[in-house]
Structure formats: structure tokens, C-alpha cells
């Protein structure tokens, strides 16, 4: 049975630079084909695509907010963790973690990270 | 934001047939990557409804069926029932942004 879970601070300042981490079970990033991507869903509006880990280690990212995110691996913890720079209110969202190359099998419950002074 | 664009809106009484579209472009749909289909009920996460544009993962029923043609395709739910509203969403992938995109959603109602 495959789970994620993400973690992370429910709320930052502006400015801030927020870490998710999603850890994950019932698969290993080391097997070929694995990948996990992050996707945020802003309170009421449409699911976005931030980036994207596969087991190669090769790593993609959204062409709109390419500068500010940084994605990588723990395979021994079975952890992903993504980084997003210099935060702002339009950031709010649920974050989730999923696994899968061209389409999200599988989904976190996700996390609701608030920006705000 | 979005790149593929569904109607905000479709409702249909128990039983009816109603149809979701998602209308690309040449850079995603119509560059022939897959369509991705999600069933998104309120407060939870999205779950996996139609993959590789006409396939179904174990579990989801029959009455879900995907499909494509050109820039755009179609899901269509048969035999609406009560637990069907939701809100759903297409997803593909893009060569001109180099990513995945989604669509804008579409709000299921059961009237």
C-alpha cells in the first residue's frame, strides 16, 4: 500500500523561505520509473504543478516559479523535500505530494501553508 | 494560469449522462500526451479517475470513461449518482512550459 504524508509549517511571513518535506511508503525512488512531484491547490482555484523528482535524480520544475523552488531526495528516509524561496500571500495553498511519471497515482493529504504577517 | 480549459461548471440529474471537456493546444493535448482525469470531493485530496486519456485504475467505476480528439478531450460520467459531485479536473503535459499542467476544474452537480 502506497501513502504519503506532508509536513511542513502551517503558516510563514513573507519574504520566508518555506520546507515541505513528504515522506513516503510502499515504494522505494530508487526503482526505476518512481517519481514524485509537489502540486498546490490555492483556497478555491485550480491544482498546479510545482516540480518533480525522479529516481535518477533528475529534477523538473515549473517554468513560472523555476528560481524559487529547489526539489531533492533522502532514498534512505523515503523523503522528498522541496524548497521554496521568498514567499508571498499568493502562495497560500495546500501543498500535496504524489507519486508517478505521467500521471499522480497516488496523493498526500496534503498541507495548508498560510503567508501572512 | 491554466492552459487547458474546462467549464466551471456541469449538473445533471441522478441518472442523467454529463460531459467534462478540456480544450488544449498544440503544445499539450494536441501534441498527443496523454490526458489525465481527477475526481476531487470536497476537503480531501484529488484522486486518480482516468489515466493515459481512456484508462481506468482499479476501483473506478465503469460509469467514468475517458476520451480524446485533437486539442481537447472529454470525460463523461453515465448514470450520475449523488457521490459523483466533485470537482474534476484534466491534466496533461505541456512541451512549450516543459511541465505538467492542469486544467481550471469543473464543479459536478447533482441536482
Known amino acids: 500500500q502506497v501513502t504519503l504524508r506532508e509536513s511542513g509549517p502551517a503558516l510563514v511571513k513573507p519574504t520566508q523561505t518555506l520546507t515541505l518535506t513528504c515522506t513516503f511508503s510502499g515504494f522505494s525512488l530508487n526503482t526505476s520509473g518512481a517519481c514524485v512531484s509537489w502540486i498546490r491547490q490555492p483556497p478555491g482555484k485550480a491544482l498546479e504543478w510545482l516540480a518533480r523528482?525522479?529516481?535518477?535524480?533528475?529534477?523538473y520544475y515549473s517554468t513560472s516559479l523555476k528560481t524559487r523552488l529547489t526539489i531533492s531526495k533522502d532514498t534512505s528516509k523515503n523523503q522528498v523535500v522541496l524548497i521554496m524561496t521568498n514567499m508571498d500571500p499568493v502562495d497560500t495553498a495546500t501543498y500535496y505530494c504524489?507519486?508517478?511519471?505521467?500521471?499522480?497515482?497516488?496523493w498526500g493529504q496534503g498541507t495548508l501553508v498560510t503567508v501572512s504577517t | 494560469q491554466s492552459v487547458l480549459t474546462q467549464p466551471p461548471s456541469v449538473s445533471g440529474a441522478p441518472g442523467q449522462r454529463v460531459t467534462i471537456s478540456c480544450t488544449g493546444s498544440?503544445?499539450?493535448?494536441?501534441?498527443?500526451?496523454?490526458v489525465n482525469w481527477y475526481q476531487q470531493l470536497a476537503g480531501t485530496a484529488p484522486k486518480l479517475l482516468i489515466y493515459g486519456d481512456t484508462n481506468r485504475p482499479s476501483g473506478v467505476p465503469d460509469r467514468f470513461s475517458g476520451s480524446k480528439s485533437g486539442t481537447s478531450a472529454s470525460l463523461v460520467i453515465t448514470g450520475l449518482q449523488a457521490e459523483d459531485e466533485a470537482d474534476y479536473y484534466c491534466?496533461?503535459?505541456?512541451?512549450?512550459?516543459?511541465?505538467?499542467?492542469f486544467g481550471t476544474g469543473t464543479k459536478v452537480t447533482v441536482l
Open positions: 523528482i525522479d529516481w535518477e535524480d533528475d529534477k
Open positions: 498544440n503544445s499539450n493535448i494536441g501534441a498527443a500526451y496523454v
Open positions: 491534466q496533461s503535459y505541456d512541451s512549450r512550459l516543459s511541465g505538467e499542467v
Open positions: 504524489a507519486r508517478g511519471q505521467y500521471h499522480f497515482d497516488d
